[in-house]
């Protein structure tokens, strides 16, 4: 069954929900009602990684996220924290972390994966090609599944040198970074292609810019027009086609439309159809 992972962002900027749960407190009952509407996981991040994004000091970020990931843990939540840090990762998983989710695939920070791979945590590796200031810089491709499907595997290849075995990544397209508008739609075509490296895969479509451009492309409007309702609907829809091509996770803002989605897309599939392809937790 598709695991849903509830988005708890504790920065100021980030371009969705950004400023409301910068205070520790709120963040961690934020964090509280996405679990009771259903996350099987949260994942806690201190910088933003929106397009234009500058980079946070990896002190203001551990400040940040390490006292919301202790209060979380202790609550027996499943804590991943979203961090190209090597030092983050580490305070996050002394502090009751268990998945290190790294959007660069430890390429941003190159002591993150040999740091990790002592302290057992699972690790998404995020296919990505540079940093946020000016990931569109680096949009070129041939053909986007097989790119995203090679750069990715050598990721893996650098997890397992680092001494993180394949059984403990988990694999994640990056949708919106370094990728524009369609480019996004045909990484996403290639799930299942990414599935079949053979680790689990974790899809992020939530209120993302590829989806507002699809949703206003055909009226002719701005994508910034686009409201958060309308976003979560599109971003139901993408995690329950993400689930059927057998993803092993979605990782959402609005976690009680996707336990919805996913809840009414199962009934129609029958429970056997959902396992996943690959290990689940
Ligand atoms: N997207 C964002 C941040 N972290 N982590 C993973 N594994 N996959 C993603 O697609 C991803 C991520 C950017 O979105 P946000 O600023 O709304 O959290």
Known sequence: MTLVMGIVNVTPDSFSDGGRYLDAGAAVSHGLSLRAQGADILDVGGESTRPGAERVEPAVERDRVVPVVRALAEAGVVVSIDTMNATTALAAVEAGAR?????SGGLADPELLAAVAPTGADVVLGHWRGPSADMYAQAEYGDVVAEVLGELARRIEAAAAAGIAPSRVILDPGIGFGKRGDQNWAALR???RLAGLGSRVLIGTSRKRFL???LTAEAGAEYTDVGEDRLDLGTAVTSVLAAHAGA???RVHDVA??????RVAR???GESRWASPTRSR
């Open 267 to 269: 009934a129609w599939e």
């Open 99 to 103: 998945i290190v989710n790294d959007v």
């Open 212 to 214: 507002a451009e699809t």
């Open 248 to 250: 092993w996770g979605v």
């Open 257 to 262: 439309a996707t336990v919805d989605a996913l």
């Open 190 to 192: 290639g799930t299942t």
